[in-house]
């Protein structure tokens, strides 16, 4: 089961995602469940990956690979870009809105993990996304 908090104007949404299976998905939307059937299957998405951790005790050669990889922002649930506020080279401070994505009627925020400059933008306006796909690297 996977949890969101949306705030819709000024309103604030719990809304657990309990099972999607093609084009059903099961959820509740602060504690009254819904079955939404969505126009399109939803694909399952893959498995998360972990976070690079800093360790203190790193060797110099591997840092070095994970500085180029960067902070990766990913899309919290399937959707459609609506707007992208960066582009590459673009300062970008922790919280900063980079991108809107539409899902499920609803538009989420997306914002910077991290301060840094923007290296990578991955989706355009229009772009279709799954959870967990990246949408912009920061470096």
């Known amino acids: 089961m996977k949890n969101y908090k949306f705030k819709i104007n000024g309103t604030e949404y719990n809304v657990d995602i309990n099972s999607v299976e093609g084009q059903e998905i099961d959820l509740a939307v602060n ?6 059937t969505m126009d399109q299957e939803v694909k399952p998405a893959p498995a998360p990956k972990p976070r690079p951790r800093a360790a203190a005790a790193a060797p110099a050669a591997a840092a070095a690979p994970k500085a180029a990889a ?16 960066v582009n590459v080279g673009d300062t970008v401070k922790e919280g900063q809105k980079v991108c809107i994505l539409e899902a499920m009627k609803m538009e989420n925020e997306i914002t910077a993990d991290a301060a840094g400059t923007i290296t990578e933008v991955k989706v355009r306006k229009g772009d279709s996304v799954l959870e967990s796909d990246v949408l912009v690297v920061i470096g």
Do not use: E, N, Q, R
Request: charged share 15%.
């Open 70 to 85: 960067g902070t990766k922002v990913t899309s919290p649930l399937p959707g459609v870009i609506l707007d992208v506020f």
């Open 31 to 36: 504690g009254t469940a819904y079955k939404v």
